[in-house]
């Protein structure tokens, strides 16, 4: 199953069997895109500015204010790692303006040994500046405790300026939910101890294997192309990750998945967009696979594997009476049983045939894995939007809802 | 807007504008229905069992090994009242077998301080049993220490008998997803010290609501007959609710719709299936909004509301440098704050007048307001299937990928 097409880059696998045909004209839209936009080339910049504050800063506890592609970047990667190397740091996010779980939140750390990475990109999200404002009145946010991350120019570089609080710019070609890769992403993640040098690491391999390989870069381009050609059969792209250590990097898909293709097209003006899922396996073979298997053939699913979980439980050889037919798991290490459930569902799924299905593999949870699937699924969004005809980096759906609120904030 | 048919029940209510033209022989079908289906009436069984049981255990952590049915329920019930009762007890869930999620989990409580609620429906669940002998070899699960939940006859009930542990039966004709109101939820609930019976009496609001009241089962049917009639063009739904507590209660409404919607119809054998997907607001505006409001019309967003928050968080009437412009959301509580902005976002979705939308809205964060939406929405659940002609209480389709399994722990 699902090895008829096998390119590996260094250590992360993608394997498929369903074709598309290629236009050769798509490498060389991304290659001029490449000239504009900055996500391609994050993983060059110089981070030592970011190492450097990353060293002089003493708190325990690391507090991102920002919210959508201000958190979700560092998020996903910061679980993803976290789980298996349980930083001295902890991240916390502050990404909602529900009181609820401010409450709890900020109940849960101790807001003077805290450090505060204020991220904004237009400087001026509500959400972020509501909480920023809460913290500032009790603690005053100062060169001592924050940091600011936004466009370089806006309100809240000026804001930083007037307080003397150090800040950074995203580059103004980087959009938020493409920059867990530039300071909005990694400045948070180097001051909670983030091996960031690893996590560009593993970005510039896939980067460069898409530039510079031919058949890694036909392979990519071949499931963008099936995934833009089918986009009204298969508008649903399941990703079912087979570790908890993925949940983060789930929802950092789904963000760009969903924001970056769910666009009226450039020239016909019509709806077009693909519906991003992410679920995590085990468990969610028991909430949404009954869907996949035997509903309404609108899915396409993607699977991601870890072959190396570098830990050792086991499932212990013992009996209990009357479920000795149960002994047929005994002595299997917990890693070996999750990775035989991945497979099992994926054969059961391909016998039907008629579901598009694929399979990442990679070796180990460590930051340059997780830099490669980063740039993986970022280089996949930008050749699936230039194959619809959209445009990947903007998001003017969501500006009417933002000025009907600032209508009633004003009591209009 | 939203406003042309409302039905208050009791305290939640459910408003929309969409219309269908209903076939009252739906009403006579579920009346038909419930003569055999289980979960309409489990509000009205005797609890008293599970309240000795609970008045009974002294142990701290509360720990259910358990997956997808039983499991999501208890957990959407916990998680939504915790954030603001904070039960002094704790509800740990082990539902799946990701080591590293299993390692971390097993940490973060004393072993030795607590009280397993072991619950499978089949008995045979290839997770759980695995977790289970995990535990037992560390700390022997016995009387004193672990209730089993399960079918009546299963072998883990002789399993439990076979070691003097007290177990519960989940009634044959209710379905794991269908089964947060019988012992499989309220058993680990009462452990913990939720108020059972104001959860069943939320339940019970609804359910007679929808038998008792014409015009409360008229909406609800209204809004049933449109999803079914609709479900080619709308095959994604959307639950867009506003406050972290429903994290969980999505993904129990994620498991119920999913695996009950997703079928072969009876007579037809066609894929049928409505994919259902959850939101938290406002967080998600930043991640998955633009995709509804530019993306492909196939989806519809019922947004959850809390009127009372019972939270006096405010933003303080502070000014930052630069940042005058944001001081209009001064002086606003969070939870103002909050629902304006999901009342923001409605306006802007009903705006666009071809995206179906809906709104439920709670009193408060309470057991009979989420009890309400449990039964809510397997009323919804069990009428949108009868309206697509398949059977919402089976889930065949996951059968191939466990005899798989079972084949390869066996190495053939």
């Known amino acids: 199953m699902c090895s008829n097409l096998k390119t590996k880059i260094m250590m992360m696998t993608n394997s498929f069997k369903f074709t598309a045909h290629v236009n050769d004209e798509l490498s060389d839209a991304v290659a001029r895109e490449r000239k504009t936009i900055g996500f391609y080339d994050l ?11 990353a060293s002089s800063v003493k708190q325990k506890n690391i507090v991102i204010i920002g919210i959508g592609g201000s958190a979700l970047g560092a998020s996903a990667v910061y679980r993803f790692l976290d789980l298996v190397r349980s930083f001295e740091k902890k991240l916390h996010i502050l990404d909602t303006t529900d009181p609820l779980v401010l409450d709890s939140k900020l109940n849960s750390f101790d807001m003077e040994d805290a450090y505060y990475a204020l991220i904004s990109k237009s400087g001026g999200t509500i959400e972020t500046i509501a909480v920023a404002k809460y913290i500032d009145s009790a603690i005053t946010l100062n060169k001592e405790n924050c940091v600011v991350i936004t466009d370089s120019g806006s309100i809240l570089e000026k804001f930083a300026d007037s307080r003397g609080i ?13 920059s ?8 948070p993640l180097a001051l909670v101890g983030v091996n960031i040098e690893l996590l560009l690491e593993g970005a510039r391999k896939v980067r460069d294997a898409f530039f510079n390989e031919q058949g890694y870069c036909h392979s990519l381009m071949q499931k963008a192309t099936f995934y833009a050609q089918h986009a009204n059969t298969y508008n649903i792209n399941c990703l079912f990750s087979y570790s908890e250590v993925f949940r983060e990097f789930n929802a ?3 963000q760009l998945w969903g924001e970056s293709l769910g666009k009226k097209q450039r020239h016909s003006e019509l709806h077009v967009g693909l519906t ?3 679920l995590i396996g085990p468990t969610d073979q028991h909430s949404f696979l009954q869907l996949i298997v035997d509903g309404k ?13 570098e830990n050792e439980m086991r499932v212990p050889d013992n009996s209990f009476e009357h479920l000795e037919s149960m002994d047929i798991i005994n002595s299997y290490s917990f890693a070996e049983l999750i990775n035989m459930q991945a497979d099992s569902m994926m054969e059961a799924l391909d016998s039907l045939d008629d579901i598009p299905l694929d399979i990442i593999e990679i070796e180990s949870v460590n930051a340059s894995e997780i830099g490669q699937l980063i740039l993986y699924y970022e280089l996949l969004t930008a050749l ?8 990947a980096y903007d998001q003017p759906g969501v500006e009417m809802g933002k000025i009907i609120l600032k209508d009633k904030l004003q009591g209009r």
Chains 1, 2 share one sequence.
């Open 297 to 309: 053939r609108d899915k396409s699913v993607t699977v991601i594997k870890i072959k190396e979980f």
């Open 166 to 178: 150090q800040h950074f710019a995203i580059p103004a070609n980087v959009g938020g939910r493409f």
């Open 43 to 53: 993983c060059d910049q110089d981070i030592s500015p970011f190492l450097e504050l």
């Open 276 to 278: 991003p899922i992410g």
């Open 180 to 187: 867990v890769l530039s300071s909005a992403g990694l400045v």
């Open 384 to 391: 699936v939007a230039n194959m619809l005809d959209i445009d």
């Open 252 to 254: 950092w898909y789904v």
